[in-house]
Nanobody, 123 residues
């Protein structure tokens, strides 16, 4: 069974950078598209970014475009979300997801999800 574990969250100041990691076990990342979502307190889960199996094609939400970069290292079975110029409104629990199609990741219907990692950005 595929399992995803996020790491790298923490408390940072506005303007700082942070890199989240998503480690996949029970499978091979090259078989899956990957995505990142976030959920702030009292709000619905929000799509952040997605990446194809090969890693050559990416997609970003407007809130992430230009500041965040999604990537993955298929050899290490690890995915990443590099977040720069962080803002207080980026504060949320961040989740990674994996699915066999980019559409499943983009629509939130991917079958595999991690437990999340907290990112808190202070002003």
């Amino acid at each position: 069974q595929v399992q995803l574990v996020e790491s790298g969250g923490g408390l940072v100041q506005a303007g700082d950078s942070l890199r989240l990691s998503c480690t996949l076990s029970g499978g091979t990342f090259s078989d899956y598209c990957m995505g990142w979502y976030r959920q702030a307190p009292g709000q619905e889960r929000e799509y952040v970014a997605a990446l194809t199996r090969s890693g050559r094609h990416t997609d970003y939400a407007n809130s992430a475009a230009g500041r965040f970069t999604i990537s993955k290292d298929n050899a290490k079975n690890v995915g990443y979300l590099q977040m720069n110029s962080l803002k207080p409104e980026d504060t949320a629990v961040y989740y990674c997801a994996a699915g066999q199609t980019i559409q499943s990741v983009q629509t939130g219907s991917a079958p595999f999800w991690g437990q999340g990692t907290q990112v808190t950005v202070s002003s």
